[in-house]
């Protein structure tokens, strides 16, 4: 069961007056108006010893009690693949200024290194486009969410 903070010098009021009212009737015990016999003293110092145990052991465990337990924060379990293969890293979404001044592609190469299922996205969505150099291959952000995958902050 999970409490509030609470330190060992942050006991609870009552708890130690508990404590305070007990170990002063274990010693009120010990004293004695009327003399007794050395038997009887012998069983007076055993039974005020076996109180203070469990009054130590009382105590003990209430502190224990109040201590403050520390869990790992709860990591939520990886998506299974079936599942994860539709999520897209965003930053793999890019103008390139050949293809248009106004419209984003995700780009291929980006997708290779950080979504491993590249060779899986609709061919529908693919776009070649001649970059001034060579021919450049990237994915329409627009159609792939129509067919159903997202684009996530990973």
């Given at each position: 069961?999970?409490?509030?903070?609470?330190?060992?010098?942050?006991?609870?009021?009552h708890?130690?007056?508990?404590?305070l009212?007990l170990?002063?009737?274990?010693?009120?015990?010990?004293f004695?108006?009327?003399?007794a016999?050395?038997d009887?003293?012998?069983?007076?110092?055993?039974?005020?010893?076996?109180?203070?145990?469990?009054?130590?052991?009382?105590v003990?465990?209430?502190?224990?009690?109040?201590?403050?337990?520390?869990?790992?924060?709860?990591?939520p379990?990886?998506?299974?693949?079936?599942?994860?293969?539709?999520?897209?890293?965003?930053?793999?979404?890019r103008?390139?200024?050949?293809?248009?001044?106004?419209?984003t592609?995700?780009?291929?190469g980006?997708?290779?290194?950080?979504?491993?299922?590249?060779?899986?996205?609709?061919?529908?969505?693919?776009?070649?486009?001649?970059?001034?150099?060579?021919?450049?291959?990237?994915?329409?952000?627009?159609?792939?969410?129509?067919?159903?995958?997202?684009?996530?902050?990973?």
């Amino acid at each position: 069961m999970f409490r509030g903070n609470h330190s060992s010098a942050n006991i609870k009021p009552h708890r130690k007056f508990i404590t305070l009212i007990l170990a002063a009737a274990v010693a009120i015990t010990g004293f004695s108006a009327v003399p007794a016999r050395a038997d009887e003293d012998v069983a007076k110092v055993l039974a005020g010893l076996a109180v203070l145990g469990i009054i130590g052991a009382i105590v003990k465990n209430n502190r224990d009690d109040d201590r403050v337990q520390v869990t790992r924060p709860h990591r939520p379990k990886p998506l299974p693949p079936r599942v994860a293969r539709y999520d897209l890293p965003a930053k793999c979404v890019r103008y390139f200024p050949r293809y248009s001044q106004s419209r984003t592609l995700m780009g291929r190469g980006c997708l290779r290194k950080q979504y491993g299922f590249e060779h899986t996205l609709p061919h529908a969505c693919q776009v070649t486009f001649w970059n001034g150099k060579r021919n450049r291959v990237g994915y329409r952000p627009d159609c792939l969410k129509k067919r159903g995958y997202r684009i996530t902050r990973r």
